[in-house]
């Protein structure tokens, strides 16, 4: 039997790379539906290549072209946010892959959670907005959650049956790694899209070269592991080979090595637990020949430091941190303001917006609405 997969941001870069491991193993996985924010002319062209069962293109806009374009195939076309929430429910579906950006994948892994569809979870905002949410009900309805960002990938590959003493989770360092305060202020757009190690989305890339990227994994790795952040060590590891390690309580720490390709964690997420075959090029430790670890500088960025007040905070902090950086960094994409106004505007809204203790789900959908709107007057303010 093929396991059968729903793609959620099927043309963003986790997307596309799912689609060519399931390429990859036409007698493993076959695609359920792909749905997609924006890019509808990727999107028809990937339900031509995989014949889903059903697409969904989130801005309705483009339904109409998306029904035009596939009117000979047999596939069912819907738009709409909602619309990829029900679709995540369909019987035959195993494997929900969350590879949205941002906040949007908040409702639809409750909704694939609730129909115990395994998660391979590849937006991390859902764990950061919501982790404590997301973790009740991963509980309650007996639902796996796998992790397929590379860091945790490697956490849940090293962690075995003891209990994690510590977590040491790398970070390549972006592209302002030994860049001094003074020449951070004056980045561009163009120079924080540059990152070193890894070919991601833009969104992803700001949030690397932020460390706000690091700051939503250690908060993704609390959530996914039951690990308290002080004992999430963060290392800057620029080689970007190690993709992290775990501690036990006897001393002994594992760490998972790999190249610096996503496929990797995808793949396995999808396998688990078995391990498949794989011709893509493998790591070899003679390109490397030193591999090195440093502590990350909280000081030139501060976005990872919120992130560990956020999580300290706990309630709906870090939903309000997540929204605020989502917009922040909206804002710097289109050049509205400058690198270091984005640490700005996240700080600030996370003074403004009222906290919340215990936020059941309709808490954080208004949390996301007034934290939003804060931060866009504040991008407003700084032009
Ligand atoms: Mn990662």
């Known amino acids: 039997m093929k396991k059968q997969l729903a793609i959620l941001g099927s043309t963003g870069s986790i997307g596309t790379q799912t689609l060519e491991v399931v390429a990859e193993y036409p007698d493993l996985f076959e695609v359920y539906t792909l749905t997609a924010n924006n890019n ?10 995989f014949n889903p069962d059903s697409v969904v293109i989130a801005n309705e806009a483009h339904y109409n072209k998306l029904k035009e374009a596939l009117k000979d195939f047999p596939i069912k076309i819907y738009a709409g946010e909602n619309a990829i929430s029900e679709i995540v429910e369909a019987a035959p579906i195993d494997i929900v892959v969350t590879a949205m950006v941002g906040y949007s994948g908040l409702k639809p892994t409750i909704r694939a959670i609730e129909a115990h569809k395994t998660i391979a979870l590849a937006n991390k905002e859902t764990l950061v907005v919501a982790g404590d949410l997301i973790k009740r009900l991963a509980l309650e309805y007996r639902t796996p959650i796998i992790p397929v960002d590379s860091e945790h990938s490697a956490i849940f590959q090293c962690e075995g049956d003891n209990p994690i003493e510590k977590i040491i989770l790398t970070a390549s360092g972006g592209p302002f790694r030994k860049f001094t305060a003074e020449q951070m202020a004056h980045v561009t757009k163009s120079d924080a899209l540059k990152h070193p190690k890894w070919h991601m989305g833009h969104k992803i890339t700001i949030d690397s070269a932020t460390l706000m990227n690091k700051g939503f994994e250690m908060i993704e790795a609390k959530w996914l592991f039951d690990v308290s952040p002080q004992n999430i060590e963060i290392a800057v590891h620029p080689q970007s080979v190690v993709h992290s390690m775990v501690q036990f309580k006897d001393g002994s720490v594992k760490a998972q090595l790999g190249t610096q390709d996503m496929r990797l964690p995808i793949r396995y997420a999808l396998s688990y637990p078995a391990r498949l075959e794989s011709s893509a090029p493998k790591l070899t430790l003679e390109q490397y020949s030193e591999l090195t670890f440093e502590y990350p500088d909280f000081e030139r960025f501060p976005l ?39 640490a700005r505007v996240v700080s600030e809204t996370m003074e403004h917006i009222e906290f919340i203790e215990s936020p059941e789900y309709e808490d954080y959908v208004h949390t996301n609405k007034l934290a939003r709107n804060y931060a866009t007057e504040l991008v407003k303010s700084y032009q």
Request: glycine share 6%; charged share 15%.
């Open 40 to 49: 509808v002319d990727l999107l028809i062209e990937q339900a031509k290549h």
């Open 304 to 342: 990872l430091r919120y992130a560990f007040d956020a999580v300290a905070t706990g309630g709906n902090m870090p939903c309000i941190m997540n929204a605020a950086n989502e917009i922040a960094v909206a804002g710097f994409l289109n050049d509205t303001i400058a690198y270091p106004d984005i």
